[in-house]
């Protein structure tokens, strides 16, 4: 037995496709939907995040108000350009790329974007939104991951999802999404304080694993038959890529796709549905105003 491979990519670009066809139509009443992506610094990671979301701005027929911002920038002065594009009735979502340098309070910086242009998913106001189950904008990475679950007909309605990481920005609204009414899953969300990880992964229907540690599961946690979704994204060292390293996921892809029914790549796999939904959000702002 070998896993279904999920492309991620060309789920992804179905989604953008679907937004791009919605884009010309509401370039026809004159809104041009506006994205501006905030980079403050030069992290080679946030480079390389910053750039694929600037390229499916562009595929998207979006208008792209992209800020590159140096290290320096004071948190004052970062607060003061949200406050613009807060105001600027023409930008219809703002996200700033995470991490920030130390000396700027990302939570302080998440909050003070307008909810209604914050197409990251991230404010409280939104989270609060997801958590009573009202519509809002949802997190990029989980709302893609359950775009991902349903294009593969991956039933989650009384399944076992297990959620490997408890972080704001995946594990915890990946849980909240589960469980509402719409995918009526049953979740459990296991973390670095969980006593023997394999007894919890091996009963998931669904593992979902968003540790930020690579090999975090391996073919013996995985129940056969299982779907895995892997969201992490660890730069390895590699001498023989151009790039100086190669990237692999949470999960132990060669030996634990021989045992589950589905598995997510990487990259390949989770990475461009994140960008997707992103786009998806811009175009909902768009059309709300």
């Known amino acids: 037995m070998s896993a279904v491979i999920i492309d991620g990519n060309a789920i992804a670009g179905q989604v953008k496709s679907d937004v791009a066809e919605k884009v010309l139509k509401l370039k026809e009443k004159g809104i041009v939907p506006c994205l501006a992506v905030i980079l403050v610094g030069s992290d080679p990671a946030s480079l390389s995040y910053v750039a694929g979301k600037r390229k499916a701005l562009a595929q998207a027929g979006m208008e792209d108000r992209s800020l590159e911002l140096p290290e320096s920038t004071t948190e004052q002065e970062l607060l003061s350009i949200i406050n613009q594009l807060n105001n600027d009735k023409t930008v219809h979502g703002i996200l700033v790329q995470l991490p920030l340098p130390s000396h700027i309070n990302a939570e302080i910086i998440t909050n003070a974007i307008s909810p209604a242009k914050d197409v990251d998913g991230f404010h409280p106001y939104n989270i609060g939104k997801m958590f009573s189950g009202k519509k809002g904008f949802l997190p990029c990475t989980p709302h893609g991951i359950c775009v991902l679950l349903k294009t593969m007909n991956i039933k989650t309605d009384g399944a076992h999802v297990v959620v490997v990481g408890r972080s704001n920005i995946v594990g915890k609204p990946m849980a909240l999404l589960l469980v509402q009414k719409e995918y009526n899953a049953t979740v459990t969300i296991c973390h670095t304080g969980t006593k023997n990880l394999a007894d919890y992964t091996r009963t998931a229907d669904i593992l979902i694993v968003a540790s930020g540690h690579v090999n975090t599961v391996t073919k013996d946690m995985v129940k056969p038959g299982a779907a895995v979704i892997d969201v992490g994204v660890n730069r390895i060292p590699d001498n023989s890529k151009k790039s100086?390293?190669?990237?692999?996921?949470?999960?132990?892809?060669?030996?634990?796709?021989?045992?589950?029914?589905?598995?997510?790549?990487?990259?390949?796999?989770?990475?461009?549905?994140?960008?997707?939904?992103?786009i998806y959000n811009t175009l909902e702002a768009a059309e709300s105003v």
Do not use: Q
Request: net charge negative; proline share 9%; aromatic share 8%.
């Open 244 to 278: 100086g390293f190669h990237l692999c996921g949470d999960v132990d892809f060669e030996g634990v796709k021989e045992v589950a029914g589905y598995i997510t790549p990487v990259p390949r796999g989770v990475g461009p549905m994140t960008i997707a939904m992103l």
